[in-house]
């Protein structure tokens, strides 16, 4: 397990309060809504899941969704929650190995997952997800953007342009964890070949490779 994984299992339980920022709501709400159409009817690999959060989205239109995460803890707090009509499920899997994930999909969303890949791996994992999608498919991600007094500080910048933050659970213990806030064109450039569609809002962006 990495450090990464690390840090979410044991913040499985608080995670959900990351959606509970008020300046967030009305742009959460926006993404909310942007990501039905782009999976209605589809078979969906939903990567790093986390809580479930956005699997309720998906599951709004898409005709399945198997939602995996590394931590089985992370989908335990998503077991709990209400999905469909879309039929949903879950599945523990590294978002480096999916070809360990049985099935075949016309859709790849990955939520704010983009962000905790090192540079020096992001074209290799978009690559991967890129050829795990059949032919006509879709990948989706959707990440953060650097607002100033909403995200935590970056607190280190390395030469090769990952960024760290310093992130506290409620227990007091604290860790580094490696948060990148791409722009549209280092975003574009990173996935090349492929058509992205990039929208904008003020703290989330939303990238559709198709
Ligand atoms: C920022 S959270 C995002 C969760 C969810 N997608 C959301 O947006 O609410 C990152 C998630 O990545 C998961 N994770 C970390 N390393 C992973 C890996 N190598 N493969 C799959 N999931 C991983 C963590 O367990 C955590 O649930």
Same mark, same amino acid.
């Given at each position: 397990?990495?450090?990464?994984?690390?840090?979410?299992?044991?913040?499985?339980?608080?995670?959900?309060a990351?959606? +509970?920022?008020?300046?967030?709501?009305?742009d959460? /709400? *926006?993404? !909310?809504?942007?990501l $039905?159409?782009? &999976?209605?009817?589809?078979?969906?690999?939903?990567?790093?899941?986390?809580?479930?959060?956005?699997?309720?989205?998906?599951?709004?239109?898409?005709?399945?969704?198997?939602a995996? +995460?590394?931590?089985?803890?992370?989908?335990a707090v /998503? *077991?709990? !929650?209400?999905?469909? $009509?879309?039929? &949903?499920?879950f599945?523990?899997?590294?978002?480096?190995?999916?070809?360990?994930?049985?099935?075949?999909?016309?859709?790849?969303?990955?939520?704010?997952?983009?962000?905790?890949?090192?540079?020096a791996?992001?074209?290799?994992?978009a690559?991967?997800?890129i050829?795990?999608?059949?032919?006509?498919?879709?990948?989706?991600?959707?990440?953060?953007?650097?607002?100033?007094?909403?995200?935590h500080?970056?607190?280190?910048?390395?030469?090769?342009?990952?960024?760290?933050?310093?992130?506290?659970?409620?227990?007091?213990?604290?860790?580094?964890?490696?948060?990148?806030?791409?722009?549209?064109?280092?975003?574009?450039?990173?996935v090349?070949?492929?058509?992205?569609?990039?929208?904008?809002?003020?703290?989330?962006?939303?990238?559709?490779?198709?």
């Amino acid at each position: 397990m990495s450090d990464l994984a690390d840090y979410y299992r044991d913040r499985a339980t608080e995670y959900d309060a990351v959606y +509970d920022k008020p300046e967030r709501q009305e742009d959460l /709400a *926006r993404l !909310r809504a942007l990501l $039905p159409p782009l &999976v209605a009817g589809r078979s969906v690999l939903e990567i790093a899941a986390g809580t479930g959060y956005w699997t309720t989205a998906l599951s709004a239109s898409a005709q399945s969704v198997l939602a995996t +995460d590394v931590n089985d803890e992370t989908l335990a707090v /998503a *077991r709990t !929650r209400s999905y469909g $009509p879309g039929e &949903v499920r879950f599945h523990v899997a590294d978002a480096y190995d999916l070809g360990a994930v049985p099935g075949r999909f016309d859709a790849i969303f990955a939520g704010f997952f983009w962000s905790h890949v090192p540079r020096a791996d992001v074209r290799r994992f978009a690559r991967a997800l890129i050829d795990r999608v059949e032919p006509g498919g879709v990948v989706i991600f959707a990440d953060n953007r650097y607002v100033e007094g909403s995200n935590h500080p970056i607190t280190r910048t390395m030469p090769d342009g990952d960024t760290y933050q310093t992130r506290r659970l409620s227990d007091g213990r604290t860790f580094e964890v490696l948060k990148n806030f791409p722009s549209a064109e280092q975003f574009a450039a990173d996935v090349a070949p492929g058509e992205v569609s990039w929208a904008e809002l003020i703290y989330f962006w939303l990238a559709t490779i198709s």
